[in-house]
């Protein structure tokens, strides 16, 4: 037997353009062979014991993360909407029950656990492209007997609109007492403390006022500060529904025989005022259609990604097919991530891939982070990449990092970063999408080439008295902002200008200009010289950083890694080589994730952030550490270093940073999960970069920038270890299919 009960709490959210209604009739794309469904990348079940961070659901609009209770969620934002609150806890006859498992898919998050004699199950699911949060709560009875008691919803609505200046930054902002500002502490306490009785309100309650409609089927909460309503509606009015004039509680009384089930469905959804109750009433009598249409649509979607043609993105992302498990479970997880931060309602731009969330940057993109997903972007939306290229052009690089697509503004500080990753995400927009024209459009007073060439060389604002290395400056906050002493000249950056300096080389040489070329490449051996050997530690493998007073200091962190080998890896000896692979896999790789800094680096226990320090690790540092040992030339290494970072996968997509825990924390072994300290968010788009490195340095696609160039694979000759193809792979206006084989790559035009 089933009785059921249908809740909607709805809060309609609406912009300039209001989004799409949830329940259109689209046309259905297939999944390609060899691509996983959602439901097959969705992570495993894991334990409350087991998480730091609780699953989040990503609406291509929305935002949030679930609690531990079995009713409430956190951090709702789609701007310029912002909650600074939970919505509200279940309780179980006056008792607040906590789930004991959590399982986390792309579309949707499950709590399951058990209390006061029933088995409890929460889905939550957001409407489509919309400000809808949905919810499918399972109550059933287990026991040999009949079960009764009362339970009862509490209906928060403390969400606001922030329109003013400066309220989207990375850390935005969110309603409260004395107003809007940024509240994680409390947000976070409150989180925290959802399983408390009683269960706590708001610090700003009584700027929300709450009243009950006549038919005792809705409960509308209006903010009194800003233009945003809250509708909290019922097919079914509940048993009673009470107000104490600011928030709401529905309370049902409840009566099941053995086996028998009581389904509670609800939705809430934030928005502008006198928008809410029509849509909240058909939400409501279309729940069943609204909730299939929230993981259908995220489907279609998804498959639409990979589809050439499909009329949404404006190209397409390639299909690998192949028979290694891990290696598709890496390659498709770095796509459903990368889909998790995309936006298609900022007022500012309909494409953007958002740095990271839920918590933090719900409008924002960061440059460094974006150069994580460059090949990608410039396959999947070369547009939008070339807008986001002439935008960036335009800052201030010295002040400024990331983007606010609802402020329209960019913001934040210097990073050193800035410089090489704004030029990697122009290079790669070139290599791949071969508009040669692009060089040549003028931004502000100087043309693409020009702006490529000033930042080529913006490394000689920094030189160092006697000419060599250049000295970035003493800002741990410019690096890395938790690693004290990865500051100055340090070998990562140096190097990274010599990859700069070498693409120009390659422009110029396209261009025909050979005295250029050549100074760009004399640039280039004359930065090598000083970095290798002054820099080396000799039989070592890892590298040093000069200061301004000639002390250099060891940098056991695997940016200087990365960048050595992508960029002068080939111009070191063998034994160098092998040098800094033996270093790396002996003190960052871990049996199923990688240390950003060795335990042994000597300001490693100054260094506590779990994406840079030595207890984890950024989700981008695996993959541009796999695509190091490929420069270098261990690709086994690579290939077998990539496949065990699936085990991180099992929690959910990657994470701002993953770490290591528990007693074996500093062991090998040592289990991995999504961090939640120094502001780590559950969902980063870095991550995507493993699948970006699988398309770029495993499947080589990565053209010359002499863009005369037939020839778009890069060590086509060098056998990579595995059998698989890569279809549906553009460059320029053609599709080809890479194929990887036991005697290296080919393409072949589809």
């Not at 399982?103 to 939550?124: D, F, K």
């Not at 160092?464 to 690096?479: E, K, Q, V």
Request: overall charge neutral; proline content about 6%.
């Amino acid at each position: 037997m089933n009785s059921r009960i249908l809740f909607v709490a709805s809060l309609f959210c609406v912009l300039a353009n209001p989004g799409p209604d949830v329940a259109f009739a689209a046309p259905a794309f297939p999944l390609p062979a060899g691509v996983p469904t959602p439901d097959e990348m969705a992570g495993d079940w894991k334990s409350r014991a087991e998480l730091e961070q609780f699953p989040s659901i990503h609406s291509f609009k929305s935002e949030l993360l679930v609690n531990q209770d079995f009713a409430s969620v956190s951090w709702v934002a789609s701007p310029p909407f912002s909650q600074g609150f939970h919505s509200g806890v279940l309780t179980l006859n006056g008792k607040v029950p906590v789930a004991d498992k959590f399982r986390w898919y792309p579309y949707q998050s499950v709590r399951a656990g058990s209390a006061e004699g029933l088995a409890v199950e929460t889905v939550n699911r957001l409407v489509f492209d919309d400000c809808g949060v949905l919810w499918r709560i399972t109550l059933s009875n287990t026991q040999p007997s009949q079960v009764t008691g009362k339970v009862s919803l509490d209906l928060i609505g403390a969400i606001s609109k922030l329109t003013d200046t400066n309220s989207w930054d990375w850390a935005f902002a969110q309603p409260g007492a004395g107003g809007p500002k940024r509240r994680y502490e409390e947000t976070e306490a409150a989180r925290e403390s959802v399983d408390k009785i009683p269960a706590g309100h708001p610090s700003n309650a009584v700027d929300y006022t709450a009243t009950i409609e006549p038919s005792k089927k809705a409960l509308l909460v209006s903010d009194t500060k800003t233009p945003a309503e809250t509708a909290f509606a019922f097919d079914q009015a509940p048993d009673s529904l009470e107000s104490d004039g600011h928030q709401g509680t529905a309370t049902w009384n409840v009566s099941l025989a053995p086996g028998q089930t009581k389904v509670i469905e609800f939705v809430m959804a934030f928005g502008e005022r006198g928008r809410v109750q029509a849509r909240a009433a058909r939400w409501t009598s279309s729940f069943d259609a609204v909730f299939a249409d929230a993981k259908g649509l995220w489907e279609q979607r998804y498959a639409q990604v990979f589809t050439p043609h499909n009329g949404f993105f404006e190209h397409n992302l390639p299909v690998l097919q192949t028979d290694d498990p891990a290696i598709q479970r890496n390659y498709y997880m770095g796509v459903v991530t990368m889909l998790l931060m995309f936006r298609d309602q900022l007022p500012y731009s309909p494409r953007v891939f958002l740095a990271g969330g839920p918590r933090y940057g719900a409008s924002v993109m960061f440059i460094w982070d974006t150069g994580m997903m460059d090949t990608l972007f410039a396959l999947l939306e070369p547009s939008a990449m070339r807008a986001y290229v002439i935008k960036t052009l335009q800052w201030d690089l010295d002040k400024f990092l990331a983007f606010d697509y609802y402020g329209n503004r960019a913001f934040g500080y210097r990073y050193v970063a800035n410089y090489p990753m704004l030029f990697r995400i122009a290079t790669t927009y070139l290599r791949v999408s071969r508009d040669r024209v692009f060089l040549s459009q003028k931004v502000g007073d100087k043309t693409v080439l020009e702006h490529l060439d000033r930042l080529a060389l913006h490394y000689r604002d920094y030189l160092m008295p006697d000419g060599g290395l250049a000295d970035f400056g003493g800002d741990p906050w410019h690096f890395l902002e938790c690693v004290p002493t990865y500051i100055h000249a340090t070998a990562g950056f140096n190097a990274a200008y010599v990859t700069m300096l070498r693409d120009m080389a390659d422009l110029y040489d396209y261009l025909g200009n050979k005295e250029l070329a050549g100074q760009r490449r004399a640039a280039a051996e004359k930065l090598i010289k000083a970095i290798y050997p002054q820099l080396y530690v000799a039989g070592k493998g890892f590298w040093q950083s000069r200061y301004p007073d000639g002390r250099q200091f060891d940098m056991r962190h695997c940016l200087d890694f990365q960048f050595v080998a992508q960029g002068i890896g080939q111009d070191l000896p063998p034994a160098v080589r092998k040098e800094m692979r033996d270093f790396v896999l002996k003190e960052l790789l871990m049996k199923n994730w990688m240390r950003a800094q060795s335990l042994q680096d000597p300001a490693a226990e100054q260094s506590d952030r779990p994406d840079h320090g030595p207890m984890g690790a950024y989700s981008g540092w695996p993959p541009e550490t796999t695509d190091g040992l490929c420069h270098l030339g261990y690709w086994k290494d690579a290939l077998d270093f990539y496949r065990r970072c699936e085990a991180a996968t099992r929690e959910g997509a990657f994470s701002q940073g993953a770490e290591f825990y528990g007693p074996r924390k500093k062991e090998y072994d040592a289990p991995v999960r999504i961090a939640t300290a120094g502001t780590i968010c559950r969902e980063a788009v870095c991550g995507a970069d493993f699948t970006d490195v699988l398309i770029r340095t495993i499947f080589g696609f990565h053209p010359s920038l002499n863009l005369k160039s037939k020839n778009p694979l890069w060590a086509a000759d060098q056998p990579r270890g595995f059998s698989a193809k890569l279809r549906h792979v553009r460059w320029g206006d053609s599709l080809m299919t890479i194929t990887s084989g036991p005697n290296g790559l080919t393409a072949e035009k589809e």
